[in-house]
């Protein structure tokens, strides 16, 4: 069954950096573009970035102003998300979702269980 | 920016009811609208995509409709395991959530 595993969350210090990893199976990894969503505490939902299942685009929400970088390994079924300069505001609760393809758009159609990036001195 | 507004934003209902959860785009989705159920501490999970095909091993007592800029996730017969938050989600231009619904016991 599909599997996505994040990891490398915890507690860092407003303008640091950190990485994300998530670990993916049970599916045909390099077939299938990725996201990173996050929630904030009590919040809704964020899209943050996706690439495509070759690596060759990517896309960023506006609102992250060029900090993260989402890449992928697809050797090791790996996907990342690069966060530099971090911010109060990126507290969350960050989540890999995998995306299915339908006539060129692209929906969310699995979720990993996310990891907590907290930032805070 | 497409933005995404559900009403309402909590819904109180009792086993057994009909409930509707609406979605509103700020502009023309067509019908790449998904729905995804949120229950707390655990992750989204998908229940309807292209605005009205259900996810498989989703129960039919859950179903989507509309296109363009309005649409609707109904449960035709709430169950206890449905009490969550629900976000609907466009993917037509970029991907934006809606705020959620928040589903609670009466």
């Known amino acids: 069954q599909v599997q996505l595993v994040e990891s490398g969350g915890g507690v860092v210090q407003p303008g640091r950096s950190l990485r994300l990893s998530c670990a993916a199976s049970?599916?045909?990894?390099?077939?299938?573009?990725m996201h990173w969503v996050r929630q904030a505490p009590g919040k809704g939902l964020e899209w943050l970035a996706f690439i495509w299942f070759d690596g060759t685009n990517k896309y960023y929400a506006d609102s992250l102003k060029g900090r993260f970088t989402i890449s992928r390994d697809d050797s090791k079924n790996t996907l990342y998300l690069q966060m530099d300069s971090l911010r109060a505001d990126d507290t969350a609760v960050y989540y890999c979702?995998?995306?299915?393809?339908?006539?060129?758009?692209?929906?969310?159609?699995?979720w990993g269980q996310g990891t907590l990036v907290t930032v805070s001195s | 920016d497409i933005q995404m507004t559900q009403s309402p934003s909590t819904l109180s209902a009792s086993v057994g009811d009909r409930v509707t959860i609406t979605c509103r785009a700020s502009?023309?989705?067509?019908?790449?609208l998904a729905w995804h159920q949120q229950k707390p501490g655990k992750p989204p999970k998908l229940l309807i995509y292209?605005?009205?095909s259900l996810e498989s091993g989703v129960p039919s007592r859950f179903s989507g409709s509309g296109s363009g800029t309005e649409f609707t996730l109904t449960i035709s017969s709430v169950q206890p395991d449905d009490f969550a938050t629900y976000y609907c989600?466009?993917?037509?231009?970029?991907?934006?959530f809606g705020q959620g619904t928040n589903l609670e016991i009466k």
């Open positions: 502009q023309s989705i067509n019908n790449w």
């Open positions: 989600q466009q993917y037509n231009s970029g991907f934006t």
């Open positions: 292209k605005a009205s």
């Open positions: 049970g599916f045909s990894f390099s077939s299938h573009s």
């Open positions: 979702v995998r995306d299915r393809e339908d006539q060129g758009k692209y929906y969310f159609d699995y």
